[in-house]
T-cell receptor, first 113, second 116 residues
């Protein structure tokens, strides 16, 4: 029978196009943000991070933008490749003794060849 | 880079039994490790923070007597699911912090628990 459950937001892009994945965070006191990539059946893999004193940070083929005014984070992937297909999570760090991470709901990126 | 391993990667057990999952930091010392669970097509939910040499801190709604955490050394934390039931079936993931100037957590590959 058909399974019932949550469906992740999905972003479908063509190979070679740029991808933009968005995330809204909840805590205005968060001062550190991370993007993780999770492939099926695996643990999250660190992609890029940004601190709240910055609004943009670039890595290899990836850029993270932070808008603290509206509590919004985005991940831009240039020249998307089939290997980029995965679920992407943003996470916010609640500053404190334990540095807990709070994860967003995730976005499934599907790259069409 | 920082590598975190988990063992086992998959486990199937009968209802009522206990299962232990190990999380190891292979090339760094982790004073703090975190345990998450993840249901299909959902996000990671923090269960507890494991501190080396002290009691774990559990998130609201997580039963500490059911999910026993031990962090006996700077490279090993264990999660024991006691008296497992089918609803405990999930993907359990640990992470560890390097304690360096960044707050990056590095994640293990996860353990798929299936309770029959």
């Amino acid at each position: 029978g058909e399974s019932v459950g949550l469906h992740l937001p999905t972003l479908s892009v063509q190979e070679g196009d740029n991808s933009i994945i968005n995330c809204a965070y909840s805590n205005s006191a968060s001062d550190y943000f991370i993007w993780y990539k999770q492939e099926s059946g695996k643990g999250p893999q660190f992609i890029i991070d940004i601190r709240s004193n910055m609004d943009k940070r670039q890595g290899q083929r990836v850029t993270v933008l932070l808008n603290k005014t509206v509590k919004h984070l985005s991940l831009q992937i240039a020249a998307t490749q089939p290997g980029d297909s995965a679920v992407y999570f943003c996470a916010e760090n609640i500053r404190g003794a334990t540095n807990k991470l709070i994860f967003g709901t995730g976005t499934l990126l599907a790259v069409q060849p | 880079g920082a590598v975190v391993s988990q063992h086992p990667s998959r486990v199937i057990c009968k209802s009522g039994t206990s299962v232990k999952i190990e999380c190891r930091s292979l090339d760094f010392q982790a004073t703090t490790m975190f345990w998450y669970r993840q249901f299909p097509k959902q996000s990671l939910m923090l269960m507890a923070t494991s501190n080396e040499g002290s009691k774990a801190t559990y998130e609201q709604g997580v039963e500490k007597d059911k999910f026993l955490i031990n962090h006996a050394s700077l490279t090993l934390s264990t999660l024991t699911v006691t008296s497992a039931h089918p609803e405990d079936s999930s993907f359990y993931i640990c992470s560890a912090g390097t304690g360096a100037t960044t707050d990056t957590q590095y994640f293990g590959p996860g353990t798929r628990l299936t309770v029959l």
